[in-house]
């Protein structure tokens, strides 16, 4: 997620005022507030039971029992089955992956093809959508919801003609975006309302300390930040340099000339330069890393120190001239970060969308967006027989390849079953490091650049509670915690759209969001590529017991002062455990700047045949948006 900044960008910044660079897009709504209704909720019957539901599971979700096994054993071990059973269906295309690039190379194909192009979407989980899954509860006739994954959708104007025409397909477009806009709550900090109260949340000998207002505009030198600093448990010396450094006070790279200081900025980690020019102690790091490990699924340890601050990282008005000669720089890439829309469940309703869109049977009275939150999906419909297009669910591909009869045959894994179809066409929306393992026949650059990045690992977990009494009198609505397993605790996003009624007030139940990464530990004499593969070692090692215990001592450290008790108040919990996270963005400590066409991601989704490649990875960045634009060229390619 980070963007080459050019020494044409550090020499021709433009000076901003105090705490642009992520203040600036904390100014009111240009429209007034929707009402928005607080009568009598819509009474919810939770899903039958013996109905198949994944959104109602609970434990570990994400990279669940069952959808990662067969896999790890073609990519560690080499084994796969010996025979297949050849099914009597041929499509016209085969989609490996029912992410968004899955999903939306199926509409792109479909559209352009005509409605009677066979379809068939493979993949290895319990449920569609990738990293946007859907958590949903119930308790007392109301439906909860909150984020499984995915959850942003940034400002439409940042799309390709390609997706948006896609996002206007299924009803997404600037209106409605406007309206999401003012159907969510101003205290939504989590949903981007940046003027919402926002916390941190420090371990104390009694409970958490925990430091309301406004914590973000405190960071970057706003209003009370010195009473906001002087409120944490940290030693005196350490006070006094955060509040130099929030305010820039002070230029903490005085000492070097202006081409040493580009030279310094673009060589050395953000928290090098923390440690080193700031004398921040490296206990004092973890509150100045929790925004960019939210926002990078990395630390400052791996970014530069001018990556770090525009990702961020805070101090820029702590460099002097070079901080205000890169600000406008960062106010632009955080803008756009930080410029989003949600639903109640993340993008998991962008992906109920895609499927009605493709499957108008699982969802038969939908109207689009503005009640697919509420719709219920039967999972019963995906696979039917009669559908032009077919998604089927927990089956794992092992094999993709041309049989030279014009046709590809691709085989996988469902439930211990050895099954191969044919298609005219395969478009492999799976992660790319997978991509070498379902096709050896591919060249070996090929397979080189496919395996050069790998995902950001990080947990999303969910926890339930009989009501919100203890959690409301914290005040904001969401938490940093930097030196907790959970470095986000927030409430799930409470915005009325879709037809969905939030909680509306601390009597309701509701749902807690909390967020991990393992990307904390201390300067590693490894590549950051290295870090990430230990990171994800240690999110398939940790169990759901520890989660849950994690999660439990947490709450109740938080919220025991307010009368909570984990034992009582904590209905259920669903971990999201995404080992194989967001994509590999380059970073500027690692990678070296590649020509044109050359890059490790370029060169790996190369066509290949009747193969294409679309996820992601294939464009070295987590958005949504590029997404839908690898699709729309995994389909042209296949298409011409």
């Given at each position: 997620?980070?963007?080459?900044?050019?020494?044409?960008?550090?020499?021709?910044?433009?000076?901003?005022?105090?705490?642009?660079?992520?203040?600036?897009?904390?100014?009111?709504?240009?429209?007034?507030?929707?009402?928005?209704?607080?009568?009598?909720?819509?009474?919810?019957?939770?899903?039958?039971?013996?109905?198949?539901?994944?959104?109602?599971l609970?434990?570990?979700?994400?990279?669940?029992?069952?959808?990662?096994?067969?896999?790890?054993?073609?990519?560690?071990?080499?084994?796969?089955?010996?025979?297949?059973?050849?099914?009597?269906?041929?499509?016209?295309?085969?989609?490996?992956?029912?992410?968004?690039?899955?999903?939306?190379?199926?509409?792109?194909y479909?559209?352009?093809?005509?409605?009677d192009?066979r379809?068939?979407?493979?993949?290895n989980?319990?449920?569609?959508?990738?990293?946007?899954?859907?958590?949903?509860?119930?308790?007392?006739?109301?439906?909860?919801?909150?984020?499984?994954?995915?959850q942003?959708?940034?400002?439409?104007?940042?799309?390709?003609?390609?997706?948006r025409?896609?996002?206007?397909?299924?009803?997404?477009?600037?209106?409605?975006?406007?309206?999401?806009?003012?159907?969510?709550?101003?205290?939504?900090?989590?949903?981007?309302?940046?003027?919402?109260?926002?916390?941190?949340?420090?371990?104390?000998?009694?409970?958490?300390?925990?430091?309301?207002?406004?914590?973000?505009a405190?960071?970057?030198?706003?209003?009370?930040?010195?009473?906001?600093?002087?409120?944490?448990?940290?030693?005196?010396?350490?006070?006094?340099?955060?509040?130099?450094?929030?305010?820039?006070?002070?230029?903490?790279?005085?000492?070097?000339?202006?081409?040493?200081?580009?030279?310094?900025?673009?060589?050395?980690?953000?928290?090098?330069?923390?440690v080193?020019?700031?004398?921040?102690?490296?206990?004092?790091?973890?509150?100045?890393?929790?925004?960019?490990?939210?926002?990078?699924?990395?630390?400052?340890?791996?970014?530069?120190?001018?990556?770090?601050?525009?990702?961020?990282?805070?101090?820029?008005?702590?460099?002097?001239?070079?901080?205000?000669?890169?600000?406008?720089?960062?106010?632009?890439?955080?803008?756009?970060?930080?410029?989003?829309?949600?639903?109640?469940?993340?993008?998991?309703?962008?992906?109920?969308?895609?499927?009605?869109?493709?499957?108008?049977?699982?969802?038969?009275?939908?109207?689009?967006?503005?009640?697919?939150?509420?719709?219920?999906?039967?999972?019963?419909?995906?696979?039917?027989?009669?559908?032009?297009?077919?998604?089927?669910?927990?089956?794992?591909?092992?094999?993709?390849?041309?049989?030279?009869?014009?046709?590809?045959?691709?085989?996988?894994?469902?439930?211990?079953?050895?099954?191969?179809?044919?298609?005219?066409?395969?478009?492999?929306?799976?992660?790319?490091?997978?991509?070498?393992?379902l096709?050896?026949?591919?060249?070996?650059?090929?397979?080189?650049?496919?395996?050069?990045?790998?995902?950001?690992?990080?947990?999303?977990?969910?926890?339930?509670?009989?009501?919100?009494?203890?959690?409301?009198?914290?005040?904001?609505?969401?938490?940093?915690?930097?030196?907790?397993?959970?470095?986000?605790?927030?409430?799930?996003?409470?915005?009325?759209?879709?037809?969905?009624?939030?909680?509306?007030?601390?009597?309701?139940?509701?749902?807690?969001?909390?967020?991990?990464s393992?990307?904390?530990?201390?300067?590693?004499?490894?590549?950051?590529?290295?870090?990430l593969?230990?990171?994800?070692?240690?999110?398939?090692?940790?169990?759901?017991?520890?989660?849950?215990?994690?999660?439990?001592?947490?709450?109740?450290?938080?919220?025991?002062?307010?009368?909570?008790?984990?034992?009582t108040?904590?209905?259920?919990?669903?971990?999201?455990?995404?080992?194989?996270?967001?994509?590999?963005?380059?970073?500027?400590?690692?990678?070296?700047?590649?020509?044109?066409?050359?890059?490790?991601?370029?060169?790996?989704?190369?066509?290949?045949?009747?193969?294409?490649?679309?996820?992601?990875?294939?464009?070295?960045?987590?958005?949504?948006?590029?997404?839908?634009?690898?699709?729309?060229?995994?389909?042209?390619?296949?298409?011409?």
């Amino acid at each position: 997620m980070t963007r080459q900044i050019t020494r044409r960008d550090f020499i021709n910044g433009i000076a901003i005022g105090a705490g642009g660079v992520v203040l600036q897009g904390c100014g009111s709504d240009s429209e007034p507030a929707a009402k928005i209704s607080i009568g009598a909720p819509t009474v919810f019957n939770p899903p039958d039971s013996s109905a198949y539901y994944p959104p109602t599971l609970t434990g570990m979700r994400g990279s669940h029992e069952g959808s990662f096994e067969v896999a790890h054993d073609l990519a560690w071990r080499g084994h796969k089955p010996d025979q297949y059973q050849t099914l009597n269906e041929h499509y016209d295309l085969v989609v490996v992956g029912a992410g968004m690039s899955g999903l939306a190379a199926a509409l792109f194909y479909r559209k352009k093809m005509g409605p009677d192009a066979r379809i068939l979407l493979l993949d290895n989980h319990d449920d569609f959508g990738g990293h946007a899954k859907r958590n949903e509860f119930h308790q007392d006739g109301r439906m909860m919801l909150s984020l499984g994954g995915a959850q942003n959708i940034e400002a439409l104007s940042g799309y390709s003609e390609a997706a948006r025409g896609l996002m206007t397909d299924i009803g997404v477009d600037d209106d409605f975006m406007k309206l999401m806009g003012r159907r969510t709550p101003k205290d939504q900090f989590l949903a981007g309302k940046l003027d919402a109260d926002n916390g941190v949340a420090v371990p104390g000998p009694d409970g958490h300390i925990t430091v309301g207002g406004n914590w973000l505009a405190a960071m970057f030198g706003g209003k009370d930040h010195e009473k906001s600093v002087r409120a944490l448990p940290l030693p005196a010396d350490q006070q006094d340099k955060l509040i130099d450094f929030f305010a820039g006070n002070r230029d903490f790279l005085d000492d070097l000339s202006l081409s040493e200081k580009w030279d310094y900025v673009n060589s050395t980690s953000y928290n090098r330069y923390l440690v080193d020019k700031v004398g921040l102690a490296e206990d004092t790091l973890p509150i100045l890393n929790v925004l960019i490990i939210h926002l990078t699924g990395v630390s400052g340890w791996n970014l530069t120190v001018l990556e770090g601050m525009t990702m961020g990282g805070t101090g820029i008005k702590s460099m002097g001239w070079v901080g205000k000669a890169t600000a406008n720089v960062a106010e632009t890439l955080l803008d756009s970060l930080l410029d989003v829309q949600m639903f109640p469940d993340g993008n998991a309703s962008i992906a109920r969308l895609l499927v009605q869109k493709l499957i108008p049977a699982v969802a038969p009275d939908m109207q689009g967006p503005q009640d697919v939150v509420i719709s219920r999906f039967d999972y019963s419909a995906l696979d039917r027989e009669n559908n032009a297009t077919r998604l089927r669910l927990n089956s794992t591909v092992v094999g993709v390849r041309d049989n030279g009869n014009d046709q590809v045959e691709v085989d996988y894994v469902q439930q211990g079953d050895a099954l191969r179809v044919t298609a005219d066409h395969c478009v492999l929306a799976c992660y790319n490091a997978l991509i070498p393992h379902l096709c050896p026949e591919m060249p070996e650059a090929q397979k080189e650049g496919l395996s050069y990045g790998v995902k950001t690992p990080f947990v999303y977990a969910n926890v339930q509670l009989d009501n919100g009494q203890a959690f409301s009198k914290l005040g904001p609505t969401l938490f940093q915690c930097p030196y907790d397993p959970f470095q986000w605790v927030s409430t799930s996003p409470a915005i009325h759209v879709g037809g969905y009624e939030p909680p509306r007030g601390p009597d309701d139940p509701m749902v807690m969001f909390m967020m991990h990464s393992p990307m904390t530990e201390p300067e590693q004499p490894m590549s950051c590529r290295d870090q990430l593969r230990m990171g994800r070692h240690k999110i398939y090692n940790t169990s759901f017991a520890d989660y849950e215990q994690q999660i439990r001592e947490q709450l109740q450290s938080m919220l025991g002062k307010h009368g909570f008790n984990h034992e009582t108040d904590i209905r259920a919990i669903t971990v999201n455990r995404i080992p194989h996270g967001y994509a590999y963005a380059y970073l500027g400590l690692y990678d070296p700047e590649w020509e044109e066409g050359q890059a490790p991601h370029e060169v790996g989704r190369a066509q290949f045949g009747r193969i294409s490649i679309a996820n992601t990875d294939s464009e070295a960045t987590a958005l949504m948006n590029l997404a839908f634009d690898a699709a729309w060229r995994a389909v042209e390619e296949q298409t011409v």
